[in-house]
């Protein structure tokens, strides 16, 4: 493991930190590696909507769930042709 020390971090920021922390039940430092990492597999993430989709969902499938098969769509009309 590293150390990593942050300079020049305003005192709201802090205070907003120690809160967020202390809701979380864990220490700044703690709060800070949790946040960091979030951070990093959101920007890691496909960012395809179907691949953020599977992903948020992944686990919620049951075991036995297959997917409806795709069907072509229709033809969209034309609205230049007399009927």
């Known amino acids: 493991m590293t150390s990593l020390t942050i300079r020049n971090v ?36 496909p960012s395809g909507l179907g691949g953020r989709l599977r992903d948020r969902f992944a686990g919620l499938a049951a075991a036995e769930f297959v997917a409806p098969k795709r069907h072509t769509p229709r033809s969209a009309p034309r609205w230049d042709e007399s009927a």
């Open 10 to 45: 305003d005192d709201a920021t802090k205070q907003r930190l120690r809160i967020r922390a202390a809701r979380h039940g864990v220490s700044m430092e703690e709060e800070v590696r949790r946040i960091l990492k979030e951070a990093l597999r959101r920007a890691d993430a």
